[in-house]
């Protein structure tokens, strides 16, 4: 049982830098696999990012990789993505996820749990 709330999108310039954050309920985050995803206009939702449930294991879509740094912190029910030398194309609506486990590999994790999303535009 937990619920997420995301919150750090707005606007912001390509090449600059913005956190995003994930703020959880309950007792039970840290049994959680933690993910990021988006959905940009007329696309698909996709993967981002995932992190395991100590923190030891990330994952991270290849669009992102180098660009993007996603963490938790355990003890604030939090988990974060960093994303740097951002692009027009990171444009997009990104929802934070609480996952059960990894299906193949990250990108198919299975996420019971889905933030209700944050904005994030990044302007020319």
């Known amino acids: 049982q937990v619920q997420l709330v995301e919150s750090g999108g707005r606007l912001v310039q390509a090449g600059g830098s913005l956190r995003l954050s994930c703020a959880a309920s309950?007792?039970?985050?840290?049994?959680?696999?933690m993910g990021w995803y988006r959905q940009a206009p007329g696309k698909e939702r996709e993967f981002v990012a995932t992190?395991?449930?100590?923190?030891?294991?990330?994952d991270y879509a290849d669009s992102v990789k180098g660009r993007f740094t996603i963490s938790r912190d355990n003890a604030k029910n939090t988990v974060y993505l960093q994303m740097n030398s951002l692009k027009v194309e990171d444009t997009s609506v990104y929802y934070c996820a609480a996952c059960q486990s990894y299906g193949m590999n990250a990108i198919t994790s299975r996420c019971g749990y889905w933030g209700q999303g944050t904005q994030v535009t990044v302007s020319s």
């Open positions: 992190i395991s449930w100590a923190g030891g294991r990330t």
């Open positions: 309950g007792r039970t985050f840290s049994s959680y696999i």
